[in-house]
């Protein structure tokens, strides 16, 4: 059995990244409620956002382990046999690329909004919320088609290029030893569930408060003892919650004129 190379494991997780990007693309392109109002269902959001990370982590992927043009200090270097193959196709897809970082500001949208929820760098005053956030992003659902069309051309050359080689790496990443993942003892899980509750309850008793919970019955049966003193408690904001969302929708969306406006335009040919 021989060792995974530099430049297989690299090439290995280039095309684990686009099998990533395709899942959550087609996952967001087959929703009903995907297309030009995708921003008014929340779980497409999310699924955006993970697309954008993903992407981005494609792109780290590329530039720091497989062409080296970043600086990583983890990157192992790439076999020498691989090295010049790999200079002259990058500069193949260097205008792919150049057209992927139309959107200048998508690698920092991915480390502070995205991965890091809602902050921008870590000083006191680093909260961002959606609307308000700076960066140079995809925001338009063609936007996200036009990017996993780019990542999917990218990868498409990358493994033309190395066909036989992506097939080695393959078997070369799969043919390792395998080890078993470590299972979690829960045999007294139980046990470990009661601890926590009684600590829980000490503690409350000890600073004198009594938690309601605005849940109904948790799924874990251990877990009920916990709301045997809570009261059904609705916070305010539930009750604004949906006019919250909708504030937040009109803030990252756009009015269906504009909509109608945007599609039509489409259809001429001009995005």
Known sequence: MNP??????????????????????????????????YYLEPSLIDISHYMILEVVSFLD???????????????????????????????????ILKTIYRWKGIESYRDNFVAHTNRIGFTSNSLIIAGQEPYDAPRKFWEFQLLRDLIHIMFGIISQEFKMELIDAHFAANTRKNVLNPLK????????????IEEYHQECTQQGKEYTLNVPQVDFPSLNQMLN??????????????????????????????????????KKGTP
Request: aromatic share 10%; proline share 3%; net charge neutral.
């Open 4 to 37: 995974v190379s530099n430049f297989q494991a690299s090439l290995f997780n280039l095309n684990e990244g686009h099998e990533k990007i395709e899942r959550l693309y087609f996952q967001f392109l087959n929703h009903p409620d995907s297309g030009e109002t």
């Open 61 to 95: 992927e590329y530039h720091i382990y497989f062409v080296q043009t970043k600086i990583g200090k983890r990157a192992a270097p790439i076999e020498k046999e691989y090295i010049q193959r790999i200079k002259d196709l990058h500069v193949v897809l260097r205008p």
């Open 185 to 196: 003892d829960n045999s007294k899980v139980e046990d470990e569930l009661q601890n926590m």
């Open 229 to 266: 003193k809570m009261v059904e408690f609705n916070h305010p904001l539930l009750h604004v919650h949906s006019l919250i969302r909708k504030d937040y929708n009109g803030i990252v969306s756009k009015t269906k004129d504009e909509i109608k406006k945007e599609m039509k335009q489409r």
